[in-house]
């Protein structure tokens, strides 16, 4: 019984961080979509991760990650890398 109680111990915190993923996804293309608002979102997060070497989220950022933020934070441009660093995250 005690194997069963760790699964599911492991099955309801894999769920709750799949939930917390999708809600910072949400919350993301929710900012994104708002004009001038998503930029500015965008070049302060780039700026932060430079400093701290973490996300808005507080979640580790790999360079190449820094790479494509700094490319995200340029207007327009920068709207399709910003869907490539989500999607291989």
Do not use: H
Request: aromatic letters at 10%; hydrophobic letters at 55%; glycine letters at 10%.
């Amino acid at each position: 019984m005690k194997n069963g109680e760790q699964f599911a111990d492991y099955i309801r915190i894999r769920l709750s961080e799949l939930q917390l993923a999708a809600a910072e996804f949400g919350v993301d293309v929710g900012i994104g979509i708002i004009p001038i608002i998503g930029d500015i979102a965008d070049y302060a997060e780039f700026n932060v991760a430079l400093a701290t070497g973490k996300d808005r989220w507080g979640n580790e950022v790999a360079n190449w990650e820094l790479v494509l933020m700094g490319v995200s934070a340029i207007p327009v441009f920068g709207d399709l890398f910003k869907v490539v660093r989500r999607l291989a995250a």
